[in-house]
């Protein structure tokens, strides 16, 4: 298979370049506006379409497994702790194992998806909703809860390695709108309305074979003009095995840049730090992209979002 060169670095951005983008990207998302934002194109009948996806039944998971161990991206690990097991004399009658964690949601490691209340840009929260409307006790507005029943839909995995013929993106390089047009027409796959896009840049395989880094200071992800591309597409989500964000930031004076425009422009749900090393060969395998892929956040009334193992099913 012929691959895509990388191409030439795109430009950063100025802070006024970013404005002019942010607007134009609120404007096209008019859509979104509401609760629930960009999850109104994922219609009851969108919902329906996708079920006919399903063609060999097999599952796979989008989600690393929750990392309980310190590391350079993730110095503040889940914890897991038992409150009981069976003594070793314990051998006759009923016993209960029993466990409990705790975790940081919006770390560089672990699978989760943010929800509209987690970005505050400019005193606001997505649609203009007043950033007081987070307080010390949770989200009164825009929680995880807009998602309580559920994410089902059309997945899409567009493969930026698969397509470049490298095993993943270096830290620090960015995802273009060329990128996603050219893994759409090599692996044969159109991104539409309503659909779940997921965007490998094999953060996860460099992180297993090369060991933890410092994510937070260096990252593959998409650059903010990429988000031109899903407004066309009009998805419902966004997912990556990132942070989605590029680092060091490609934008003068804004750190998260696809955080801002995804979620505080546009009303798209992120999902950070998946893993496709599981489905990627299943797509391989079974010659498509595209996918029934169900999500399903905890149901967290006030959070700002949640751990998350989504299912594609083949």
Do not use: K
Not at 38 to 58: F, K, N
Not at 122 to 146: K, N, P, R, W, Y
Not at 188 to 208: A, I, K, S, Y
Request: include cysteine.
């Amino acid at each position: 298979m012929a691959t895509h060169a990388r191409p030439a670095e795109p430009p950063r951005l100025t802070e006024g370049e970013f404005d002019a983008l942010y607007r134009r990207l609120v404007a096209r998302s008019a859509r979104a506006e509401g609760d629930r934002g960009a999850l109104a194109t994922l219609t009851p009948a969108r919902t329906l379409a996708a079920a006919r996806e399903v063609r060999t039944g097999r599952t796979v998971t989008l989600a690393s497994p929750v990392e309980t161990l310190s590391g350079p991206d993730n110095p503040e690990p889940a914890r897991h702790r038992m409150s009981r097991w069976p003594e070793a004399h314990a051998s006759i009658g009923l016993r209960f194992a029993t466990d409990s964690f705790a975790m940081n949601v919006h770390g560089d490691a672990d699978s989760h998806i943010d929800a509209l209340c987690h970005v505050i840009y400019d005193g606001t929260l997505h649609g203009g909703v007043t950033a007081s409307s987070v307080t010390a006790d949770g989200a009164t507005a825009l929680s995880i809860e807009v998602a309580r029943d559920g994410i089902v839909g059309r997945g899409v995995l567009l493969d930026i390695p698969r397509l470049r013929g490298v095993p993943w993106l270096e830290p620090g390089d960015h995802v273009t709108v060329d990128d996603l047009v050219a893994a759409e027409s090599a692996q044969r796959v159109h991104v539409g309305e309503g659909d779940l896009l997921f965007v490998r840049v094999g953060h996860r395989r460099r992180r297993e074979e090369l060991g933890a880094w410092h994510a937070a200071d260096a990252r593959a992800g998409l650059h903010p003009s990429a988000l031109e591309f899903l407004a066309d597409r009009r998805v419902a989500v966004l997912g990556g095995d990132g942070n989605n964000d590029t680092a060091p930031s490609s934008t003068e004076g804004v750190d998260f840049p696809v955080h801002v425009l995804a979620v505080h422009a546009m009303g798209l749900h992120l999902l950070d730090y998946l893993q496709f090393e599981d489905l990627a060969p299943v797509c391989e395998e079974e010659g498509r992209w595209s996918f029934l892929c169900v999500i399903a956040p905890l149901r967290l009334p006030d959070a700002t979002g949640s751990p998350v193992n989504p299912i594609a099913v083949l």
